[in-house]
C-alpha cells in the first residue's frame, strides 16, 4: 500500500547538519535514517568526493534510500557502526549525525504498537526481527525486572504497585494487547494525566524492548575513535535519561562520574562541545509537534 503521510519529518534539521560543519569531500554517518530528511540535508553539501553511510535497523525505513553514488545504507543498529564502517574500508569519519527516538512513521503504523493512540498487539520492536517483543516483557519478566523497567526507563513513582498489577493480573490470561494493557494498569491511569502516564509506560517498554540506553552508550563510546580530529557528532535526544548520558559523555568521557585528574587537577577528555544545547523553535513546533522535547548537542574530537 501507497503510504502518502510524511515518513518522519527531520527534527532540527539545519542546525544539526550545519552542527556538523560539512567539508565537501568529508565522510560523514547519518545514525539514524528514517526518513531521510537530514541524510539528504548532508548530500546536498557533499561534493563529488564525499561519502555518506546511513543506519537504519528498521527494515520499512529502506524504502526510502537515496540513489546517490555516495550514499551507502546499512539496515542495522547504530551500535555496530565501527563493525560496518570497517567493512567498507572506513576508519575515521568526519561527522556523526544521530536522532534518537521513534520515527513518525512508527507511531504512525498502528501494527507496530509505539503509539498509545491505536489498539494493537503489544510489540514496539524496531528491528522487526529482533525476539524480544513488548508482549516478552509485560508477559516474562519477573516483578522486579518489570520495576526497573518502569523505575529506570519511565521515571514512574508507581512502578513496584504497577509490576505488582501486572504480574498478578497475567496468571489469569497474557497480556497480549495495548487495550488489555490499559485495563490491567487503569488504576493508575489518573484521568488528567492518563496520556502523560501512558506515554511513559509506553517509552520504558520500548526502551527496554531494544536496548535504546544500552545501544545509545554502545555509539557513544566508539565516537573518540571513529571521529578524526575536528569531527563532529550531532545528537538529538528526546528525553532526559539519553540526554543526559550525551552531556555527560562529552563534558566527561564518562557515563558517570568523575574523569581521573593529575596532580595539577587536570584531566583529559576527548571531547568538547560545541556551542550550547539547542531546542526547536516555536516555528517548528506547530509545524511538527514531535519536536517539542527534542534537544540537540555538538562536540568536537579534540
Do not use: C, W
Amino acid at each position: 500500500m501507497r503510504m502518502t503521510m510524511a515518513y518522519h519529518n527531520a527534527v532540527l534539521l539545519k542546525e544539526t547538519v550545519d552542527g556538523l560543519d560539512i567539508k565537501p569531500d568529508g565522510i560523514y554517518v547519518d545514525v539514524t535514517f528514517g526518513g531521510g530528511g537530514h541524510s539528504k540535508e548532508i548530500l546536498s553539501r557533499l561534493g563529488k568526493d564525499g561519502k555518506l553511510f546511513a543506519f537504519d535497523q528498521d527494515k520499512d525505513a529502506l524504502a526510502n534510500s537515496i540513489d546517490d553514488d555516495r550514499f551507502v545504507l546499512i539496515n542495522e543498529n547504530f551500535r555496530f557502526i565501527k563493525r560496518f564502517l570497517r567493512f567498507y574500508g572506513v576508519k575515521e569519519v568526519d561527522g556523526v549525525l544521530a536522532d534518537f527516538g521513534v520515527s513518525s512513521h512508527q507511531f504512525d503504523v498502528a501494527e507496530r504498537g509505539f503509539s498509545t493512540r491505536f489498539e494493537a498487539d503489544l510489540d514496539m520492536r524496531m528491528n522487526q526481527q529482533n525476539t524480544l517483543s513488548a508482549f516478552g516483557v509485560i508477559n516474562t519478566y519477573d516483578e522486579e525486572q518489570l520495576k526497573q523497567v518502569f523505575y529506570q526507563y519511565g521515571e514512574l513513582r508507581q512502578a513496584p504497585a504497577m509490576a505488582r498489577e501486572i504480574v498478578s493480573e497475567r496468571t489469569k490470561e497474557e497480556i497480549k494487547t495495548s487495550k488489555q494493557l490499559k485495563a490491567v494498569l487503569k488504576r493508575f491511569l489518573n484521568h488528567k494525566k492518563e496520556n502523560k502516564v501512558l506515554a511513559q509506560i509506553y517509552q520504558a517498554i520500548r526502551i527496554e524492548v531494544n536496548q535504546e540506553i544500552e545501544a545509545l552508550k554502545e555509539l557513544l563510546l566508539q565516537m573518540p575513535e571513529i571521529l578524526k580530529k575536528g569531527g563532529r557528532l550531532a545528537f538529538i535526544s528526546y528525553h532526559s535519561l539519553e540526554d543526559r548520558l550525551v552531556k555527560r559523555f562529552i563534558r566527561n568521557g564518562l557515563f558517570e562520574g568523575e574523569p581521573e585528574r593529575d596532580v595539577f587537577g587536570n584531566y583529559e577528555v576527548p571531547l568538547k562541545k560545541v556551542g550550547g544545547l539547542i531546542i526547536p523553535s516555536q516555528e517548528e513546533i506547530k509545524i511538527n509537534s514531535r519536536a517539542r522535547s527534542a534537544k540537540l548537542r555538538i562536540a568536537e574530537k579534540i
